[in-house]
């Protein structure tokens, strides 16, 4: 056990910089869930619609999870280079959505032609949009060739943004069936897998790296240029920060040592935030058309107190590890301080059995009757 005067690592700028992206990023996510929803209802354009998870799914997360775990522990040698394809074209298509709406944004300001260049799979293809994939490609391409830990944060994030805008949880049954699934999940490969496999599989599996499939091009065809270049590279499905942040900006080594954190810490509780924000977009719609009009909805913003308890969590799990001098489960702190708040709030406000059910459950009948 390390003296608490340790503690004071959490005020190092990897710490703060690693606490602040996190929150951010799950609030971000959150958000742009609630956008993307809109916007397909909007628009009544389907075709992207989000998956909307049921128990059997909820259940067999944990599961595939752990074999895939497994399977990374024992054969991710070789299976390098097919989980970095498979990870480039992911971060390219996740860069390309979260970034979509700024250009379009931009389009729209800019008053600029958009016209329509070609289609595929059935929608259309305009040219923002082809400049766009573009840029997401070459950004792809650049984190391939330097292995620099801000492209893999950055496509870190989109993956992160992307997973919690088209996977959904309808109800915080599910919600917390799938947390708690996660949890047991998340303490059992830190804490106890080391009994069963000889080693600490989750810590194993997140610090190897993957060999760059850039490399081993430029060794076949002989390039000398690109065989200095690049090295192994660091997966984005978690958020690396160096310890000595600020001479790392503008380099980065093999030699570095980085704090982490995995993507799965973010993007589950973007989950459960994601669901509460449409909870409170409900209740706040329903305000607004009932009669009633006078009564705030900032009461009834679920939200805030989430993302506080995503945020204690996350710094509670942070300080365990520089306490124990060990790999800490984050989801054992970022559970019961993300999902605890928001079931005790509703039910002091008598509206856990609405959210319980489903944001939208209790609420229908009611705008169809002020409707009449």
Known sequence: MEPLWKLLYLLEPASLSLITTAVAVTFASACRALAHGKEMERNRDFSEASITLDRSQA???????????????????????????????????SLFFCLSPYAAYIKSQLGLMDPFVSRCCSKSFTRTQGILLLLCVGIVCAWLV????????????????????HVRLPNIKICSLLLICLFVYDVF?????????????????????????????????????????????????KLVFPRNLMDAIFTSSDTMDYMMLGLGDMAIPGMLLALVLCFDHQKSRDVASSVDASSSSRGQRYIYYAVSGYAIGLVSALAAGILTRSPQPALLYLVPLTLGPVVFLSWTRNELGELWEGPGSGSSDKVHFLDV
């Open 59 to 93: 259940l067999m997360i944990p599961l595939a999870s752990s074999c895939s775990l497994l399977l990374m522990f024992y054969l991710f040698s070789s299976l390098s280079h097919v989980v970095t394809a498979f990870t480039a074209i992911a971060s390219a298509s």
């Open 146 to 165: 330097s292995g620099h830990w801000l492209l893999n944060n950055v496509l870190g994030i989109s993956i992160c943004i992307a997973f919690v805008s």
């Open 189 to 237: 490969w830190v804490f106890f897998s080391e009994m069963f496999f000889g080693e600490n599989v989750m810590v194993t599996v997140a610090t190897q790296k993957a060999s760059n499939p850039v490399h081993t091009v430029a060794n076949s065809l002989s390039l000398p240029g690109l065989q200095l270049i690049t090295k192994k590279l660091e997966l984005p499905v």
